[in-house]
């Protein structure tokens, strides 16, 4: 799709929460925005130049991290402000559809999927916990755990705590990412949903930290209290572990729903 304007796809909302107002927002062209209607849907979107938005060009402005990160901003801001006013399914960045036939059709092609993933989303926001490892603490902890301090002598104990120490310092991987599976299996059990994400590279977070865990929760909103006491709970529970909760946001992680053809 080049020159003329395609349809940015924003969010869809169900017609039974209530109609969102997306009028008073501006999308990632500084477009107004509209919604498009077919049966109990509605889908937010606004109309973008293709010659910025389209496929060619987006694979271009993709490159620029600058632009990229201005027009995330962007439409994550109209995807949070419909969030906020009711039950939503956020669609990623760039889907992009020809005109407003195109995205009915993917309204009425994927009803039953937007339909589940609205049941699923509604009531509960999306929380994000990772977890970063201290290479020097988490070896010490785990060497502590395992030196059991039975040494009969006081020789016999130093040995035993430097062979702990060794021992620790050859595992200190594969203990932190077990210490990451049970942080985050306690977590799951106090929300709707919870997945592992993939762990950010540090050239692409700009962060030297030791990521061991990037988790998304799915939490119902009155309990939000309780999953923030357990994030405390289980950052005090792990020397070596430092826990990081962020949220909340929209339900990307847990819409559902792809993009469908253009």
Known sequence: MTGGLGVW???????????????????????PLRTVVSGDLTAVVGSVPLDVFGEEPLRAHFEDLDWLEATA?????????????AAAVPLRLATVFHDDNRVRELLDQRQADFDA?????????????????????????VAEAADDGSAATPGGAYLARRRAQLSARETVERDAAQRAEEIHTRLVRHAAAGRCQPLTDPVVSGRRDWMVLNGTYLVDD???????????????EFPG?????????????????ERGPT
């Open 222 to 236: 009155d309990r939000v209290d309780d999953f923030r006491a357990t994030v405390a709970t289980l950052g005090a």
């Open 73 to 85: 901003r962007a439409h994550d801001a109209v995807v949070s402000a419909v969030v906020r006013r």
């Open 241 to 257: 572990i430092r826990l990081e909760l962020t949220g909340p946001w929209p339900p990307y992680s847990f819409a559902g729903v």
């Open 117 to 141: 993933a609205l049941t699923l989303v509604s009531g509960r926001t999306e929380w994000g916990v990772r977890a970063y490892g201290d290479r020097a603490a988490l070896t010490a902890a």
């Open 9 to 31: 796809l924003y969010a869809v909302t169900s017609r039974r929460d209530g109609a969102p107002e997306p009028s008073e927002l501006t999308g990632v062209a500084g477009e």
